[in-house]
């Protein structure tokens, strides 16, 4: 009886065990369903060694370095980063509490996985307060993004360029600025998505209807002159938006649909984190087409030099990895030039976003001085060493 009793309790303490095991395991692969701020989804990497073991752990460790830089993006306030420290390996461990894998695949030598990293809050602030870092965990209320093609005459889901891809690939949902990332109706009207385009309160209050009454940003992609042109219309969690950028293909459609999605999604987040620290709305002058005409009145200061938004999204073109190191060092050492951001990179490119409060021409005068050209190529600035 006694053995028996033994091995009830043994059943039930594996039982509990394995329950507990579960419990975690859910609560890391599905923790970013419900959005966490402290949960970086959807890492991708893909890493070399000299065996499938080396490589999965030296992934891994991509993978959680990638995620807290990413997740500092989201906290600490843009004029902050800048100047934030490079944390050693074992400070990202500690921080980390798991790891969720989504999908993987390895060879001999090869390790290719998405990741989905999960902090630890108090080591996370804890951190903070060793370094001190200031922070904010202020998110913005949840928004539907709506991403379309338009190819020619017609408009499309984007499927076939990768631009709804894209837009799903990215961790919308552990955001300061949360969304949810709609599909198109069959009977969508390419009319409409101009009209809305071009401004028109009638065909954005169409589409409004049409796919609910939160905020909306319809997210029109557009293949023209080996460019993929991106525009945001609609309305985030801060206001109305409108919002251009041109990005080179370079012969890869579906590279550079992600690339204008990160920078989209960057600005968005931007404009959020701009509001909140007590700061206007920033604006898109420097890279919106067709902006809206100012009505003069009283009191209206008088025309002056082109104002660069708060906001600075520029494509920065480089040589390889030791010439971006030293391009993006330099930049952080330029006065005035702060909380600058790496929306996405590429071999020879990368998407930049920083804050810069002043006309063009001081900006310009800036970056010349420290050995830099800024350029408006057919409505995108393109930064690069002279």
Do not use: C
């Not at 009830?8 to 599905?30: E, K, N, Q, T």
């Not at 998405?114 to 998110?139: G, W």
């Not at 008088?302 to 060092?329: C, H, M, T, Y």
């Not at 330099?330 to 810069?356: K, M, P």
């Amino acid at each position: 009886m006694r053995f028996r009793r033994l091995e009830l309790l043994a059943r039930r303490l594996s039982l509990l065990v394995l329950l507990g095991a579960l419990a975690l395991g859910a609560s890391l692969s599905g923790a970013h369903a419900a959005g966490n701020l402290y949960v970086v989804a959807k890492i991708t990497v893909d890493t070399t060694a000299k065996d499938a073991v080396t490589a999965r752990d030296q992934g891994i460790a991509e993978a959680e370095a990638r995620a807290l830089k990413i997740l500092l993006a989201r906290l600490v306030p843009l004029n902050i980063q800048g100047q934030l420290p490079e944390f050693t390996k074992e400070e990202i461990e500690e921080a980390v509490l798991g790891v969720a894998v989504r999908k993987e695949r390895t060879s001999t030598t090869r390790y290719i996985g998405t990741l989905d990293v999960r902090f630890n809050e108090a080591m996370v602030k804890q951190l903070f307060v060793n370094y001190a870092i200031p922070y904010s965990e202020d998110r913005a209320a949840s928004i539907s993004i709506l991403p379309v093609m338009l190819t020619g005459d017609g408009v499309t889901d984007g499927g076939k360029e990768g631009w709804r891809t894209a837009w799903e690939d990215l961790d919308l949902e552990d955001s300061v600025t949360p969304a949810t990332v709609l599909r198109p109706r069959s009977d969508l009207d390419v009319a409409v998505v101009k009209g809305a385009l071009a401004g028109d309160p009638d065909a954005l209050n169409t589409m409004q209807s049409d796919y609910g009454y939160g905020g909306l940003v319809i997210a029109v992609g557009e293949i023209k002159d080996d460019k993929f042109t991106t525009r945001l219309v609609g309305e985030d969690a801060v206001g109305a938006i409108s919002f251009s950028r041109s990005d080179p293909i370079n012969g890869n459609v579906s590279q550079a649909a992600r690339e204008a999605a990160a920078a989209s999604l960057a600005l968005l987040e931007n404009r959020w984190k701009v509001t909140q620290s007590g700061g206007p709305v920033p604006a898109q002058a420097a890279y919106e087409q067709n902006p809206p005409a100012q009505k003069p009145g009283a009191g209206q200061e008088p025309a002056g030099p082109k104002v660069v938004p708060r906001n600075v999204v520029a494509l920065v073109e480089f040589s390889g990895l030791r010439d971006w190191q030293r391009i993006r060092s330099r930049l952080t050492q330029i006065a005035g030039l702060q909380g600058l951001e790496v929306n996405s990179l590429s071999a020879r490119s990368a998407s930049i976003t920083f804050d810069f409060t002043g006309a063009l021409d001081r900006l310009q005068t800036a970056l010349g001085q420290n050995g830099f050209a800024l350029d408006d190529r057919n409505g995108t600035f393109v930064l690069r060493s002279q």
